[in-house]
């Protein structure tokens, strides 16, 4: 069986993936540390092992030399995608009710707000980077004000957040703002404590020290995976999908003649280019077998969301982006017990960043050529590390919107 190389899975997922699902779809291969892991890329096994209660997130059922993937301090690494049931039910539930679809929405006015605000901070400019200037403040900022994080600190974070994901390029900055992080959201809960407010991160502390409901790590943990998960998958979501726009400018075109196509077209933007290549690991709770392969107890298993969502057994044509695809049942969110929490919340972002975005500033190209545009060499994310543009320069203010568009 031959052995994935994991730099040519980084820095060219879909041609690596698309290999691997036709000769092997269970596949052996080394992570960045250089312990071993196995790696699935059909979509029908990715799917069933993502609903699988048998693989296990928690550390606690690997075998020792198995890949384990990012590592955290205690006061951060007691988060949802290192528990399983009843731990994760229990914690997942408290921080749910702030993620449901009608919470999400009503927090539509403030996303399009802001959206419209970052468009008008460089309309008149006829250039902007996408991912400095919209799409990674964009969604820091509404996270932000979710967990009620004071708008002096969000800049912080999300350097914090960037050197964190360069874990293999600045292992020593990393770890720098690890600990700064990790003091930062003690001092959050602090304040939440003795100061609470109207947002998610004081009802969570009232909800520890009423009820023991969760305990201090579970608190800072749960904190840390819903700012960290909720700037990072959506930055690269937006910038990912509006590059896809660009690489495909009759879809565009499309999307501006026919906004009733928005609400799908987010979807197939999600399955075309998702934000993680690779769910979360997982550690079978018994011998498995996936795929025709026996994977023994305590190996690490590793679902490609992307894979699967370009696996032609389930997405004809997966290669072409198509608005008008049914794209049901796509992963790039993941399924299962472990769905993701901020799912309505990602999906309106992305909703609103794409619309504001082709509608606000017309002419909209990339400024470079499009070699040029580089994504961060990981196997876990999948970002644009930036997103030149060229535009008619203007105020930033959307076209009259057609007739019966709300």
Not at 35 to 62: C, I, K, M, Q
Not at 101 to 116: G, H, K, M, N, T
Not at 187 to 208: C, E, H, M, N, Y
Request: charged share 25%; with cysteine.
């Amino acid at each position: 069986m031959p052995e994935v190389n994991v730099a040519s899975l980084a820095a060219q997922p879909y041609a690596t993936l698309e290999g691997l699902r036709g000769a092997c779809p269970v596949a052996r291969a080394v992570g960045p540390d250089g312990a071993p892991f196995w790696l699935v890329t059909r979509y029908a096994d990715v799917a069933a092992g993502l609903a699988d209660p048998d693989l296990s997130l928690d550390r606690r059922n690997a075998t020792p030399g198995q890949y384990h993937g990012l590592s955290l301090p205690p006061a951060l690494d007691a988060n949802l995608l290192n528990m399983d049931a009843p731990d994760h039910t229990r914690v997942r539930a408290l921080a749910a009710r702030a993620f449901t679809a009608q919470r999400v929405e009503a927090l539509r006015p403030s996303i399009q707000q802001a959206a419209d605000e970052l468009i008008r901070g460089f309309a008149a400019r006829g250039e902007a980077d996408l991912v400095a200037d919209y799409a990674a403040p964009l969604p820091i900022l509404i996270i932000s004000q979710i967990l009620g994080v004071p708008a002096p600190d969000r800049s912080d974070f999300r350097l914090w957040t960037d050197a964190i994901l360069a874990a293999s390029a600045d292992p020593a900055a990393a770890k720098a703002a690890m600990v700064q992080l990790t003091g930062f959201l003690g001092r959050l809960v602090a304040d939440k404590r003795t100061s609470p407010g109207a947002d998610l991160l004081s009802d969570l502390v009232q909800a520890r020290d009423e009820n023991g409901s969760l305990s201090e790590e579970e608190l800072t943990s749960l904190a840390f995976l819903l700012l960290f998960a909720g700037y990072e998958n959506s930055v690269h979501l937006i910038g990912s999908s509006i590059l896809a726009l660009l690489d495909h400018p009759d879809e565009m075109k499309r999307l501006l003649a026919q906004p009733e196509l928005l609400e799908g077209a987010i979807e197939e933007l999600a399955r075309y280019d998702g934000p993680a290549p690779l769910a979360i690991r997982r550690f079978p709770t018994r011998d498995v077998e996936i795929g025709g392969t026996r994977i023994g107890a305590g190996e690490t298993v590793m679902l490609s969301l992307a894979a699967a969502n370009r696996d032609p057994a389930r997405f004809p044509e997966p290669d072409r982006l198509d608005l008008q695809r049914s794209t049901g049942g796509h992963v790039a969110l993941g399924r299962g017990a472990h769905y993701c929490l901020g799912a309505p919340l990602a999906r309106l972002e992305l909703q609103i960043a794409v619309d504001t975005v082709v509608r606000g500033l017309p002419g909209l190209r990339l400024s470079v050529p499009r070699d040029d545009v580089r994504f961060r060499p990981s196997i876990r994310t999948r970002g644009l590390t930036a997103l030149p543009v060229a535009f008619d320069a203007g105020d930033g203010r959307q076209p009259q919107l057609q007739e019966g568009r709300q």
